[in-house]
């Protein structure tokens, strides 16, 4: 089933005042069918890129509690509220925090994932991967790169 534009701006709405109260970030709110699911209601949430387990379930029970309020959402759904940390880009000025991270980096020419934060400087980055088991050292400059989010080494 799908859900009005109006039904999902609401949802958003009352999503974002609660991570307001608790002191998260919203990150998205989206509507979807899976085939074996259902009906799936996700909010991804998240507090400076370090939310707790805790924080995510204090969530998920208030914002349950709000969302039965809603008359219109009187149909069958699963509530998914998860961290939304490695959906959300990271502003270049915050990046120092990241060295030694895994990050996926998207540029102009392309897409390196889980690659670890070695140095950032004004205008460029240094990324340490290996390639066929040989560590490679790139320098990536600033005005190059698209989005840069949390990355996960395997």
């Known amino acids: ?20 109260k608790e002191g998260l970030e919203l990150v998205k709110v989206s509507f979807y069918h899976d085939s074996l699911q259902g009906d ?24 349950s509690t709000l969302l039965d309020q809603i008359d219109e959402l009187d149909f069958p759904y699963s509530l998914d509220v998860a961290s939304g ?14 060295i030694s991270h895994y990050l996926d980096i998207k540029t102009i020419d392309k897409e390196l994932k889980a690659v670890k934060l070695e140095k950032v400087e004004d205008d460029s980055i240094s990324v340490l991967y290996f390639i066929k088991g040989r560590k490679k050292i790139e320098k990536l400059d600033k005005d190059k790169i698209q989005s840069i989010k949390i990355g996960f080494k395997a």
């Open 1 to 20: 089933m799908a859900i009005s534009e109006e039904l999902l701006k609401k949802i958003e709405k009352i999503a974002k005042e609660e991570c307001d």
């Open 40 to 63: 799936i209601l996700e909010i991804l949430v998240d507090k400076d890129f370090n939310i707790t387990i805790e924080e995510v379930e204090t969530y998920s029970t208030n914002i």
């Open 85 to 98: 940390g490695s959906s959300k880009e990271i502003p270049y000025d915050q990046l120092e925090r990241f």
